[in-house]
């Protein structure tokens, strides 16, 4: 009697334990495949519908802002950053859709993307940070800090291919690359910051002190 109260007990609790896990993965389902809340769509104003306008119109003011001063910043507008990620996205099928906001002090990336076998909707939380590049020039390094699959934040071991995607995709050497007058400027490239509604860009002269500030 007690071996059988034994056996009832333990197909009990293999009972409970596959109860428990059926229910933790029907809610990490529904948490990964759900449709986050981003807020509103990507914000202006608008400096051009392709990375080719959008590079010209930022080097067309820098030129002018530098005649008058030494340093100067130009912006990089919600919807302007979600064109240069859509110019640059490495792979359309697989990182479809792709849109851009700034969200306490961090470029915040979605697109629809794949999850192994679920399509889902890939976010990441990146800061850009000014940084040497292999060429010798200044250039924007790409760091992720947080990247969701709907709305599970993912492991470091299950982000990688999202967050590969994502750097490749933000990367400002193209931008840099699709206009003379901006390209002739990188190498006085010398600020990046994050504002509340854009990314700021800051340059100088050839000949002035490099300023930390300037994206202030």
Not at 196 to 201: D, G, I, R, S, T
Request: hydrophobic fraction near 45%; charge should be positive.
């Amino acid at each position: 009697m007690t071996r059988q109260r034994g056996g009832i007990a333990l197909r009990m609790a293999l009972l409970g334990t596959l109860a428990l896990l059926a229910s933790c993965a029907a809610i990490g389902y529904l948490r990964v495949t759900a449709v986050p809340d981003l807020g509103a769509p990507p914000r202006g104003p608008s400096a051009g519908t392709t990375q080719i306008e959008v590079a010209a119109s930022l080097g067309t003011q820098l030129v002018k802002s530098l005649i008058t001063a030494e340093h100067a910043k130009v912006s990089l507008s919600e919807q302007d950053l979600t064109v240069v990620v859509t110019a640059n996205n490495p792979d359309p099928r697989r990182f479809a859709s792709p849109s851009v906001r700034v969200r306490d002090g961090l470029v915040v990336v979605a697109a629809d993307t794949d999850f192994g076998p679920l399509s889902v909707t890939g976010i990441g939380r990146v800061a850009l940070v000014l940084t040497g590049g292999s060429d010798g020039l200044p250039d924007i390094a790409v760091e992720v800090r947080e990247i969701d699959a709907g709305e599970l934040t993912l492991p470091g071991f299950a982000r990688d291919d999202i967050a590969r995607r994502m750097q490749q995709s933000l990367t400002m050497r193209h931008l840099f690359g699709a206009n003379p007058a901006l390209s002739r400027l990188r190498p006085y490239l010398e600020c990046v910051g994050v504002s509340a509604v854009a990314v700021v860009l800051g340059f100088r002269r050839p000949l002035a002190t490099p300023r930390s500030d300037t994206c202030a």
